[in-house]
């Protein structure tokens, strides 16, 4: 009788196990419920095979086997790992959040309705073209990869970052550590830590002045956006120095500006700042140079070749 039971256990256990992958299994179909694997995985091919490195930046080599980018550059462009993309390419990658849909749609240059086309194929409904869209459109995007020398970002109309160059990055904060809800222009000046504060303290309030009187151009024009009204409540609520600038009902839209940045690695710089608006004026390319042959331009420089490396920390 006792030489039964391991048997049995054994039956038992198979039988567990069977069960057990059988409703993972189902699981797993739950979750992918209308995501066309293969048609994603044909796609995102199609789309890394019509780019070539130097449209989007990376260094060219004549040496490709494959025609297009690499599975490696495209990971690399969208902050993934290079083995999660290349299963979505095999279709057998698990379902993309929406997040990492945003990402591939930019690192691969999709226009509005090519990004709208990749959400619908991985069974995400397509992101609403609201009048403050977060898309770059991928002629903005080409620009933005041969500005080496500039530190330049892409910002919403109502002042999230939406693309950077590596000098930018190294010159004010990694914006790819940071949440997307974190990524904005005026909550990281009025209401980020200390770390990331670039401006000179003597010209904060100077600055200070122009983002809340740029601020009030925005709600003027779109004075009936949700999107808008949040924005402003929480940085009245949590900075006094915005809401009392924003009492004074100042309104300046800003197209340039001359700023005293302090950067903790290489010091004081002088910058130049112009803002250069799209067609539909939703979105703003915004650069940051240095006079050729000034002191700032060699510091400029020298981050460059630095990067991210001994940089401050980045906001929590």
């Known amino acids: 009788m006792h030489r039964a039971w391991p048997g049995r256990l054994r039956r038992r256990r198979t039988g567990w196990s069977k069960d ?7 699981g797993r179909d739950w979750l992918d419920r209308g995501m066309d694997r293969a048609e994603l995985s044909a796609f995102l091919r199609t789309r890394r095979e019509r780019l070539g490195p130097g449209t989007v930046g990376l260094p060219d080599s004549a040496r490709r086997r494959t025609p297009g980018l690499r599975r490696e550059e495209v990971a690399l462009l969208a902050g993934m790992s290079a083995d999660y993309y290349a299963r979505l390419e095999q279709a057998r990658g698990p379902r993309p959040s929406r997040q990492v849909l945003t990402s591939l749609a930019r690192a691969l240059r999709l226009t509005e309705d090519e990004r709208d086309h990749l959400f619908r194929l991985a069974g995400e409904p397509a992101p609403e073209r609201t009048a403050v869209s977060r898309h770059v459109r991928p002629g903005v995007l080409y620009l933005l990869d041969r500005l080496t020398d500039s530190a330049a970002m892409v910002l919403s109309e109502l002042g999230d970052v939406l693309a950077w160059t590596p000098l930018c990055q190294a ?7 940071l949440p997307v ?8 000046f009025f209401t980020g830590p200390a770390q990331v504060q670039r401006m000179a303290p003597e010209d904060r309030e100077r600055a200070a002045r122009a983002h809340a009187a740029d601020l009030r151009a925005v709600a003027a024009r779109r004075c009936h ?8 409540g929480d940085l009245l609520a949590a900075s006094p120095l915005f809401a009392r600038l924003w009492e004074e009902h100042d309104v300046a839209v800003r197209h340039q500006d001359r700023k005293r940045m302090v ?6 710089l002088w910058l130049d700042c112009e803002v250069l608006l799209t067609p539909a004026q939703d979105q703003r390319l915004v650069l940051h140079t240095a006079p050729p042959g000034s002191e700032s331009a060699e510091k400029l420089a020298l981050l460059r070749v630095i990067g991210l490396q001994q940089l401050t920390p980045n906001m929590p």
């Open 20 to 26: 057990w992958h059988s409703l993972a299994d189902a």
């Open 171 to 177: 010159l004010f904060v990694d914006f790819s550590a």
């Open 181 to 188: 809800e974190q990524r904005n222009l005026y909550r990281m």
């Open 225 to 232: 956006d949700p999107a808008v009204r949040a924005l402003v």
């Open 263 to 268: 950067h903790p690695v290489v010091g004081e």
